[in-house]
């Protein structure tokens, strides 16, 4: 059975998803081919039990829903291997707090660090530190300054994430003259905001019969998505489509649009929360699809971790070693394909 322990004996509950086929399996020739040379002897990684790897795991806050389903995902798949302990420290958003927090890790002498820093840029050195102490690091999503601070780096495509938006956005209003469509994103300061905002707008170039006429930026919060799609709402008395950047703050995006009585448009959401996969499911409203930043990155990278500390490859894979990056697919779920996706929704 798996060892979860953390400073605080802190376990986050909801259950995870597999992070699917990412390491599942070994690639090697035909056993009975005769040819003892050409047989594969990489070690791929795979679920049969072997060297004991002792993983430490450090996230920020789990303040939002998508950072819970992060935390959620990295034990529920820790829980999967027999050879894996699992060390996770409390998470904070705080970055001197986090520092000492990794710090501990290290000096626990820990096989293998993953890391979801609560600031990249602030985060680097810490994770230079534990690279030069001997300790491969997993850095999840936000990414470290410098590639020296980490071995693997897996996350998501927030470039992509627009870019499907807009794409199915596209094709759903391609043979209407003078489609309008607006854009409820994330804080403008944010790196992620500006390339999703970038991926949409790249997007929708490919079709000459839309028109962008407003974008309002929110904060990824239930509160800012009503106040900020009330405003929309308000200033655009027509438009055929909205793109949310996220499906926390759509909760509040929707109570504005059922408020202001409007069902005349097509909503497409961000990131993969439940909520929104039971309400493209029940098909009664304006949501008809989302795209993924899928937390189940957090899995991959403790399968990678497991994988790094067992000196094993990835199956599937004609290299050696596990991959320097990983970028999970940013995948549009609608009424086709909700039932595949519907366990990996968070709350």
């Given at each position: 059975m798996t060892k979860l322990t953390s400073r605080r004996g802190m376990l986050f509950g909801a259950a995870a998803v597999s992070a699917g086929a990412v390491l599942a399996g070994c690639t090697s020739n035909d056993p009975d081919s005769g040819d003892d040379e050409a047989a594969d002897t990489r070690p791929a990684a795979d679920d049969k039990p072997g060297k004991q790897v002792t993983i430490g795991y450090a996230g920020p806050q789990a303040d939002h829903g998508w950072l819970n389903a992060i935390n959620d995902n990295a034990k529920k798949r820790a829980e999967k291997y027999s050879d894996v302990t699992l060390e996770v420290t409390e998470g904070s958003n705080d970055t001197a707090q986090q520092i000492g927090q990794i710090e501990t890790l290290i000096n626990k002498k820990v096989d293998v660090l993953v890391i979801l820093p609560a600031d990249g840029k602030a985060l680097t050195q810490v994770g230079l530190k534990a690279m030069n102490a001997g300790i491969p690091v997993v850095n999840l999503d936000r990414v470290f300054?410098?590639?020296?601070?980490?071995?693997?780096?897996?996350?998501?495509?927030?470039?992509?994430?627009?870019?499907?938006?807009?794409?199915?956005?596209?094709?759903?209003?391609?043979?209407?003259?003078?489609?309008?469509?607006?854009?409820?994103?994330?804080?403008?300061?944010?790196?992620?905001?500006?390339?999703?905002?970038?991926?949409?707008?790249?997007?929708?170039?490919?079709?000459?019969?839309?028109?962008?006429?407003?974008?309002?930026?929110?904060?990824?919060?239930?509160?800012?998505?009503?106040?900020?799609?009330?405003?929309?709402?308000?200033?655009?008395?027509?438009?055929?489509?909205?793109?949310?950047?996220?499906?926390?703050?759509?909760?509040g995006a929707l109570r504005a649009i059922e408020q202001a009585g409007r069902d005349d448009f097509v909503m497409v959401g961000g990131a993969g929360a439940l909520s929104a996969f039971q309400a493209i499911k029940a098909d009664s409203g304006v949501l008809k699809a989302t795209v993924l930043y899928p937390p189940t990155m957090a899995a991959s990278a403790i399968d990678l971790a497991r994988a790094l500390g067992q000196g094993k490859g990835v199956g599937g894979l004609a290299e050696y070693e596990i991959p320097s990056s990983v970028t999970c697919y940013s995948a549009v779920v609608d009424k086709d394909n909700v039932d595949q996706y519907m366990s990996t929704g968070f709350k």
């Open positions: 300054n410098s590639p020296q601070a980490y071995r693997c780096w897996v996350g998501g495509d927030n470039y992509r994430m627009g870019l499907n938006a807009g794409h199915y956005i596209g094709e759903r209003l391609k043979d209407k003259s003078g489609a309008r469509v607006i854009e409820l994103s994330g804080p403008d300061n944010l790196e992620l905001t500006q390339e999703r905002t970038k991926g949409f707008d790249d997007a929708l170039k490919n079709y000459s019969n839309i028109k962008k006429v407003a974008r309002q930026a929110a904060d990824f919060t239930v509160e800012s998505g009503q106040s900020k799609m009330a405003q929309l709402l308000q200033a655009q008395s027509q438009f055929d489509a909205l793109w949310n950047h996220d499906d926390d703050q759509g909760v």
